[in-house]
């Protein structure tokens, strides 16, 4: 079965940075765009990254661009995302998603989702 | 970017009823929108994408409608497990630019 295993979050002050993990398994990882979702606690969804499955192609939220980083390694089934510079505002549990787009679904659709990793950023 | 607007923000219905819960989208999204359940401390879960198709495993008493800016998620008959989150999404922008609605809290009456 799918499984998205988040790790890498913790407790950071305010301009540290930090690197998540997404470990993946259950289905072909190299044959699939992913992304990054965040939500701060209480709060709603918010779209940050993406990558393309060959990890040629990376587009980003505006709240983020130019401070996180999306990476992935297809030989070890995992996405990454360093976080640079973090902010108090970063405070979020952190989740990655699966694309499922092919010639049925359209991409920005996510149908798998890890549990998440939650991001503290304090002082 | 494209804001989607959901409403209500809390809708109180009781199991076994109806409820319907509404998107509006800032500008059209075509066809591209996707609605997700999640639940205290869990996940999203897809439900629909594409404006009108259940995701696998989503029971038939989940549906979608709509095109362009005005979209539905309706429930039909309330089961104890469907009382969660809501939220809307968007995938039409180009480049990728997703955004999500606010959430509407599905409710026990």
């Known amino acids: 079965q799918v499984q998205l295993v988040e790790s890498g979050g913790g407790v950071v002050q305010p301009g540290r940075s930090l690197r998540l993990s997404c470990a993946a398994s259950?289905?072909?990882?190299?044959?699939?765009?992913m992304h990054w979702v965040r939500q701060a606690p209480g709060k709603g969804l918010e779209w940050l990254t993406v990558i393309s499955y060959h990890g040629s192609n990376k587009y980003y939220g505006d709240s983020v661009k130019g401070q996180f980083i999306i990476s992935r390694d297809n030989s070890k089934n995992t996405l990454y995302l360093q976080m640079n510079s973090l902010r108090v505002e970063d405070t979020a549990v952190y989740y990655c998603a699966r694309d499922p787009s092919s010639a049925h679904v359209n991409p920005g659709v996510f149908d798998y989702w890890g549990q998440g990793t939650l991001v503290t950023v304090s002082s | 970017e494209i804001v989607l607007t959901q409403s209500p923000a809390t809708l109180s219905v009781s199991p076994g009823e109806r409820a319907t819960l509404s998107c509006r989208a800032s500008?059209?999204?075509?066809?591209?929108l996707a609605w997700y359940q999640q639940k205290l401390g869990q996940a999203p879960r897809l439900l629909i994408y594409g404006a009108s198709t259940r995701a696998t495993g989503i029971p038939a008493r989940f549906s979608g409608n709509g095109s362009g800016t005005d979209f539905t998620l309706t429930i039909s008959s309330l089961q104890s497990e469907d009382f969660a989150v809501y939220y809307c999404?968007?995938?039409?922008?180009?480049?990728?630019?997703?955004?999500f609605g606010q959430g509407t809290k599905l409710e026990i009456k």
């Open positions: 259950g289905f072909t990882f190299s044959a699939y765009d």
């Open positions: 999404q968007q995938s039409n922008s180009w480049p990728p630019l997703y955004t």
């Open positions: 500008q059209s999204v075509s066809s591209n």
